[in-house]
């Protein structure tokens, strides 16, 4: 069995991590008092398996929930596996169970109009959430729907730019065809032979050489 003092100081800590703060508390007589911002919860912990005791801790919590406290039963867990949780939902009762290790709620005190709210709010807070999920992926969905317009302007513009240059290309190649098909003389360069004096035979100056008024001159002479 766990120690009195271990085991509430267990319900509180898990109450506690629900949201409720503890305002009394009796180790002798079993119960502790907590609160949240709205409500007043009533736990009342089972340590002897006897008849007689869980009976009477079962009438307790039922004039709590009655009086429209939220109503918490703490106990063994072999104690629920003898007489089960039935009565326990049929009158609103909640029931947190341990054991040497542990304690967790089997049974919600929830009042029903009270947990129909709360499941409804908590639907709202979902919707809320998925709102702004999908806003920001719909957001996401246009930037890129974005970027991928930009990219098949970039491709549109490389395939006009490809046929551009092709169009340039095959332009070139016909004119060199044309060009070849005219018939265009080639152009041939003369090379003057060196002009040697008539008389001497020797070399002409470098001032003279490739003078036509030497070919006139010797055209007279001659």
């Known amino acids: 069995m766990v120690p009195r003092r271990i085991l509430f100081t267990r319900l509180i800590d898990f109450m506690a991590s629900q949201g409720y703060r503890v305002v009394d508390e009796s180790i002798g ?23 007689d005791e869980v009976l009477s801790t079962v009438i307790q919590a039922a004039f709590d929930a009655a ?3 939220a109503a918490y039963v703490a106990m063994p867990i072999e104690l629920v596996s003898k007489i ?9 009762i909640g029931v947190l ?3 040497s290790h542990s304690v967790f709620e089997l049974v919600s005190g929830e009042p029903r ?3 129909k709210q709360a499941a409804i709010n908590k639907e709202d807070r979902n919707d809320e959430r998925f709102a702004v999920m999908l806003e920001s992926l719909s957001a996401r969905l246009t930037r890129l729907e974005e970027a991928m317009a930009r990219l098949a302007l970039l491709d549109e513009l490389r395939t006009r730019l490809d046929i551009l240059e092709g169009m340039v290309l095959s332009q070139k190649t016909r004119k060199a065809v044309e060009e070849e098909r005219s018939g265009k003389p080639a152009q041939v360069e003369v090379v003057k032979e060196p002009v040697e004096h008539a008389e001497t035979g020797r070399e002409l100056p470098s001032f003279l050489r490739e003078n036509p008024w030497l070919d006139i001159l010797s055209g007279k002479s001659s």
């Open 29 to 51: 007589e079993g119960f502790i008092r907590f609160r949240d911002s709205s409500r007043e919860v009533v736990l009342r912990v089972v340590e002897d398996t006897s008849r």
């Open 67 to 69: 009086s429209g406290k």
């Open 84 to 92: 089960g949780d039935h009565a326990f939902r049929i009158h609103r």
């Open 97 to 99: 169970v341990y054991d």
């Open 113 to 115: 109009g009270k947990a």
